[in-house]
């Protein structure tokens, strides 16, 4: 009809199937990941070494590289943990 407005509204639904990635760089290319944990702008892998490795931004510490640098783009070893089996991230404020 003329002047009638029709909205079509089309819902896709993601299916979540889980995909064997690669890391491209870093401590992590040669070692398989166990379990992974993302922030907002952080993610966190526990690797089959048994170690946590952390990569992204870095500007108040949350990496636990002990390390000044504001990013890693790269994982990198986090320092003192070791043997982990549980890993969690969250996005605050």
């Keep these: 009809m003329f002047g009638e407005i029709i909205h079509e509204v089309r819902l896709r639904v993601m299916e979540l199937v889980p995909t064997h990635a690669r890391c491209v760089g870093g401590p992590l ?3 398989s990941v166990k379990k992974i944990a993302a922030g907002r702008q ?3 892998a526990i690797a089959e070494d048994g170690f946590l490795y952390a990569w992204g931004d870095n500007s108040f510490g ?16 986090v320092i003192g943990i070791q043997n982990i089996t549980v890993l969690s991230a969250s996005v605050c404020c």
């Design 62 to 77: 949350q990496l636990g590289i002990n390390s000044t640098i504001p990013m890693s783009t790269t994982p990198v070893r």
């Design 29 to 31: 290319k040669r070692l």
């Design 42 to 44: 952080t993610a966190y």
